[in-house]
């Protein structure tokens, strides 16, 4: 090293020197904002900005070599041979078009990079001894082996160095690296290059000193006026690229998407919408790598113009995204620009996780459906079968929904539902599965339990904590629930058996008098087919019109002239013959037919009464489904004007359970009724609560003593004197009442000795149909006496 610096300053004129550095400046600052250009232009363009740059460097190469040629001393006052001159020039312009092309153009980008600088260095070699050759030294100039391969070393790595700066936009750095190619292969050469003899002994020949310094400066203007040139056009193209930024931003920033402009696996620019996706500002986004904002699959370089994957986006905070991310490539293969459009993935990722949580939950109460039952009970009994614990599938209805659902609506039935899922929930272990399978119906999966004593402990709970009134806007509901058992293996091995069995259960819970639980039994699968057959059979009787009414009647107990009928339902089955309204009217009520046929009764029975030829009443019975239907008051009122009843001929029964359940509601529905004109009694009055307040807060026209106490009359029992204390309590409401179920002469003195009002049974009239009643309504012959 101190002997190159020797060189410099005792054998080179010094001022030269420093043109000659000077001139390798200008030739490299020219040839590095051609590069530039040529990285980015289209094939087109391309060769022109890459023979630009080859041109300015190469004769800043020449220009450089010959004016530190001049600068030195041990060759002052020789000639130079202009063919080799000018060869040494053409070495050096041609080289460095070799070593561009191979660095822009090369690929991988990183060989492409070596290649260019060792082909560079080499340019820079080759022109320095060509040039050498061209003094009029002949064999006189000999050569130390080191410092020429340190020469060689230096102007490859420096120029290789310089290559991958400008690729990395380190221009600067570029500039002074290229500069260390040309001046320091050049001066650590000439520190190992000896003249012997000495310059002064020789004859100067060929071109001379002045003539070469003419060809230099003239080079010397050809580089500044390149560089010149270069700075010039860099800054129009810089401009006019500023303004297609600006436009292409514009357009960019008015996407929804995100979208990444990269160079070499860096971003160069970036839209609005990515921006706010990372959580970044624009400026903080660029000259990164790709691999700092986007975990990719692929290398963005290397896949085909139009490539699309998947991808996460790495924002701010360690925020992880899941986008899609479309690669498009700008110009051809051989060019390192591209275009990400990265499309934010998370609504849909949201909407997918939502989809698959709604394939398998029920939406309202968020409980597992029946497709996730299903799944899980067959877990359950793979794992029953491996271990020996014990499995319990329970199935549940909610008792009373219907009515509670008809009463606060829709949405307050949900509510209902809501709750008591959640009550359902409370019961279970972490072990357990609960699930609504639809409408009212739940399912509970008990796995790892002492059975058949842990599905009885789980029912009990169950069963009181639905039992607890539900408080709904201001409204208060009860519901019941009832349940059915089926454990494995006793009952079924198979899971869709076991469900199957539970529900056979239920049904057996629902016929005991609901709120209750059952275990299964293998009879019941028999006795369940029989109520489907009599459920189907019942739809079909209703489409066919085979439900008919017969009308009992009602008579004044003093005279027993008819003072009205009652409606009762009739089914002649075809096959089975006559089935009692007890064995299919609860079908009717359990399979959600009972107001269709409610309705039916109610208008067929007005219909006909319309017809009669007397005015008698027409007692038609409200089942509770129908009594906390909406606007029954207005489903009445539409039946009378379509028939052209009279409202007060029309007597609508009702019985305690009704009131029971909502009395204010059930105190509003009755006074709308009332309104009409129509006449409201209560049945069966002595088997339920029997409430004084409901006699003092509804308006009742008629209490119907139910049949059990009439039978009884005469039996010496308590029947006589409940018969009488009804009477009485009815004379002092003012109420009317009736008897139901007269079948003896005896019960009828009985009734007329108590003063009651009015007697219905068999003993009086049997139901018949309509065209049977008597034409003129003379009414029946007294019984005679027993």
Same mark, same amino acid.
């Given at each position: 090293?101190?002997?190159?610096?020797?060189?410099?300053?005792?054998?080179?004129?010094?001022?030269?020197?420093?043109?000659?550095?000077? #001139?390798?400046?200008?030739?490299?600052?020219?040839?590095?904002?051609?590069?530039?250009?040529?990285?980015?232009?289209?094939?087109?363009?391309?060769?022109?900005?890459?023979a630009?740059?080859?041109?300015?460097?190469?004769?800043?190469?020449?220009?450089?070599?010959?004016?530190?040629?001049?600068?030195?001393?041990?060759?002052?006052?020789?000639?130079?041979?202009?063919?080799?001159?000018?060869?040494?020039?053409a070495?050096a312009?041609?080289?460095?078009?070799?070593?561009?092309?191979?660095?822009?153009?090369g690929?991988?980008?990183?060989?492409?990079?070596?290649?260019g600088?060792?082909?560079?260095?080499?340019?820079?070699?080759?022109m320095?001894?060509?040039?050498?050759?061209?003094?009029?030294?002949?064999?006189?100039?000999?050569?130390?082996?080191?410092?020429?391969?340190?020469?060689?070393?230096?102007?490859?790595?420096?120029?290789?160095?310089?290559?991958?700066?400008?690729?990395q936009?380190?221009?600067?750095?570029?500039?002074?690296?290229?500069?260390?190619?040309?001046?320091?292969?050049?001066?650590?050469?000439?520190?190992?290059?000896?003249?012997?003899?000495?310059?002064?002994?020789?004859?100067?020949?060929?071109?001379?000193?002045?003539?070469?310094?003419?060809?230099?400066?003239?080079?010397?203007?050809?580089?500044?006026?390149?560089?010149?040139l270069?700075?010039?056009?860099?800054?129009?193209?810089?401009?006019?690229?500023?303004?297609?930024?600006?436009?292409?931003?514009?357009?960019? &920033?008015?996407?929804?998407?995100g979208?990444?402009?990269?160079?070499?696996?860096?971003?160069? &620019?970036?839209?609005a919408?990515i921006?706010?996706?990372?959580?970044?500002?624009?400026?903080?986004?660029?000259?990164?790598?790709?691999?700092?904002?986007?975990?990719?699959?692929?290398?963005?370089?290397?896949?085909?113009?139009?490539?699309?994957?998947?991808?996460?986006?790495?924002?701010?905070?360690?925020?992880?995204?899941?986008?899609?991310?479309?690669?498009?490539?700008?110009?051809?293969?051989?060019?390192?620009?591209?275009?990400?459009?990265?499309?934010?993935?998370?609504?849909?990722?949201?909407?997918?996780q939502?989809?698959?949580?709604?394939?398998?939950?029920?939406?309202?109460?968020?409980?597992?459906n029946?497709?996730?039952?299903?799944?899980?009970?067959?877990?359950?009994?793979?794992?029953?079968?491996?271990?020996?614990?014990?499995?319990? #599938?329970?199935?549940l209805?909610? &008792?009373?929904?219907?009515?509670?659902?008809?009463?606060?609506?829709?949405?307050?039935?949900?509510?209902?539902?809501?709750? #008591?899922?959640?009550?359902?929930?409370?019961?279970?272990?972490?072990?357990?599965t609960?699930?609504?399978?639809?409408?009212?119906?739940?399912?509970?999966?008990?796995?790892?339990?002492?059975?058949?004593?842990?599905?009885?402990?789980?029912?009990?709970r169950?069963?009181?904590?639905?039992?607890?009134?539900i408080?709904?806007?201001?409204?208060?509901?009860?519901?019941?629930?009832?349940?059915g058992?089926?454990?494995?293996?006793?009952?079924?091995?198979?899971?869709?058996?076991?469900?199957?069995?539970?529900?056979?259960?239920?049904?057996?819970a629902?016929?005991?008098?609901?709120?209750?639980f059952?275990?299964?039994?293998?009879?019941?699968?028999?006795?369940?087919?029989?109520?489907?057959?009599?459920?189907?059979?019942?739809?079909?009787?209703m489409?066919?019109?085979?439900?008919?009414?017969?009308?009992q009647?009602?008579?004044?107990?003093?005279?027993?002239?008819?003072?009205?009928?009652?409606?009762?339902?009739?089914?002649?089955?075809?096959?089975?013959g006559?089935?009692?309204?007890?064995?299919?009217?609860?079908?009717?009520?359990?399979?959600?037919?009972?107001?269709?046929?409610?309705?039916w009764?109610?208008?067929?029975a007005?219909?006909?009464?319309?017809?009669?030829?007397?005015?008698?009443?027409?007692?038609?019975?409200?089942?509770?489904?129908?009594?906390?239907?909406?606007?029954l008051?207005?489903?009445?009122?539409?039946?009378?004007?379509?028939?052209?009843?009279?409202?007060?001929?029309?007597?609508?029964?009702?019985?305690?359970?009704?009131?029971?359940?909502?009395?204010?509601?059930?105190?509003?529905?009755?006074?709308?009724?009332?309104?009409?004109?129509?006449?409201?009694?209560?049945?069966?009055?002595?088997?339920?609560?029997s409430?004084?307040?409901?006699?003092?807060?509804?308006?009742?026209?008629?209490?119907?003593?139910?049949?059990s106490?009439v039978q009884?009359?005469?039996?010496?029992?308590?029947?006589?004197a409940?018969?009488?204390?009804?009477?009485?309590?009815?004379?002092?409401?003012?109420?009317?009442?009736?008897?139901?179920? #007269?079948?003896?002469?005896?019960?009828?003195?009985?009734?007329?000795?108590?003063?009651?009002?009015?007697?219905?049974?068999?003993?009086?009239?049997?139901?018949?149909?309509?065209?049977?009643?008597?034409?003129?309504?003379?009414?029946?012959?007294?019984?005679?006496?027993?």
């Open positions: 090293m101190l002997n190159i610096f020797a060189c410099i300053t005792g054998q080179h004129d010094r001022s030269l020197v420093a043109l000659a550095v000077l #001139v390798a400046l200008l030739a490299s600052a020219a040839a590095i904002g051609s590069l530039r250009r040529a990285i980015v232009a289209s094939d087109r363009l391309r060769l022109a900005w890459l630009s740059a080859a041109t300015a460097y190469g004769c800043g190469i020449w220009a450089t070599h010959f004016i530190a040629m001049l600068a030195w001393l041990p060759a002052d006052g020789l000639g130079y041979a202009l063919p080799r001159t000018a060869l040494s020039l070495v312009a041609l080289g460095s078009l070799a070593a561009f092309t191979l660095a822009v153009q690929r991988p980008a990183g060989w492409g990079t070596a290649l600088g060792v082909m560079l260095g080499s340019a820079i070699a080759a320095h001894f060509v040039g050498m050759t061209a003094l009029r030294l002949g064999d006189l100039v000999a050569y130390q082996v080191g410092y020429i391969a340190a020469a060689v070393t230096i102007g490859i790595a420096t120029a290789t160095a310089a290559l991958w700066a400008v690729r936009r380190h221009l600067i750095a570029a500039v002074i690296l290229f500069v260390l190619a040309i001046c320091g292969l050049h001066f650590t050469a000439m520190t190992g290059a000896m003249l012997t003899p000495p310059a002064e002994a020789m004859i100067a020949t060929g071109m001379s000193r002045d003539l070469l310094a003419v060809a230099i400066a003239g080079l010397a203007v050809l580089v500044l006026s390149l560089a010149l270069s700075a010039v056009l860099d800054r129009h193209l810089a401009l006019r690229r500023m303004a297609e930024a600006g436009r292409l931003r514009r357009f960019a &920033d008015a996407t929804f998407e979208i990444l402009f990269l160079c070499d696996g860096r971003v160069i &620019d970036a839209n919408a921006c706010t996706l990372l959580g970044r500002d624009r400026t903080e986004l660029l000259e990164l790598p790709v691999e700092r904002l986007l975990a990719l699959p692929f290398r963005p370089e290397t896949v085909p113009s139009g490539h699309a994957a998947e991808a996460e986006l790495l924002g701010s905070g360690g925020i992880r995204r899941p986008v899609e991310v479309l690669c498009r490539r700008l110009g051809d293969a051989a060019r390192r620009e591209c275009v990400l459009v990265v499309r934010d993935l998370t609504d849909r990722r949201e909407a997918e939502r989809i698959r949580y709604l394939a398998h939950h029920d939406s309202l109460t968020g409980l597992p029946r497709r996730l039952l299903q799944d899980r009970l067959a877990q359950a009994v793979s794992i029953a079968e491996r271990t020996g614990h014990g499995l319990a #599938v329970l199935s209805d909610i &008792d009373g929904f219907r009515a509670v659902n008809e009463m606060l609506g829709p949405t307050g039935g949900d509510a209902v539902l809501l709750e #008591v899922g959640r009550r359902l929930a409370a019961c279970l272990r972490d072990s357990d609960v699930a609504r399978l639809d409408g009212d119906a739940f399912a509970i999966v008990q796995s790892f339990g002492d059975q058949p004593r842990g599905a009885a402990g789980l029912a009990e169950i069963l009181r904590l639905v039992a607890e009134p408080e709904q806007n201001d409204q208060r509901a009860i519901v019941g629930v009832s349940i058992i089926a454990l494995f293996p006793s009952d079924a091995s198979a899971p869709d058996i076991l469900l199957r069995n539970a529900d056979l259960a239920l049904g057996r629902k016929q005991d008098g609901r709120g209750v059952r275990f299964f039994e293998p009879d019941m699968d028999a006795r369940l087919r029989l109520r489907s057959r009599l459920e189907q059979d019942l739809r079909a009787a489409m066919r019109r085979e439900l008919r009414l017969h009308y009647p009602l008579l004044d107990t003093t005279t027993l002239a008819i003072e009205g009928f009652e409606a009762l339902l009739r089914w002649e089955h075809p096959e089975r006559f089935i009692s309204p007890a064995e299919f009217i609860p079908v009717a009520e359990e399979c959600g037919l009972i107001g269709a046929l409610g309705q009764v109610l208008e067929t007005c219909a006909e009464a319309a017809s009669w030829l007397r005015p008698w009443r027409v007692a038609v019975n409200l089942s509770p489904a129908q009594f906390h239907q909406r606007h008051a207005g489903t009445v009122r539409d039946i009378l004007n379509r028939t052209g009843l009279a409202p007060s001929r029309l007597e609508l029964e009702i019985t305690e359970g009704i009131l029971i359940d909502d009395a204010e509601r059930a105190l509003a529905t009755l006074r709308e009724l009332k309104a009409l004109g129509v006449r409201i009694a209560l049945d069966d009055f002595g088997t339920g609560y409430s004084l307040s409901y006699l003092r807060r509804f308006p009742f026209d008629k209490l119907k003593i139910d049949a106490f009884a009359l005469g039996d010496g029992g308590e029947a006589d409940i018969v009488r204390a009804i009477v009485a309590l009815g004379r002092s409401l003012s109420l009317h009442i009736t008897a139901e179920g #007269v079948e003896t002469a005896e019960q009828l003195r009985l009734l007329r000795a108590q003063s009651c009002d009015e007697v219905q049974g068999f003993l009086l009239g049997r139901p018949l149909p309509a065209t049977a009643l008597p034409a003129m309504g003379a009414g029946v012959p007294e019984p005679a006496p027993a």
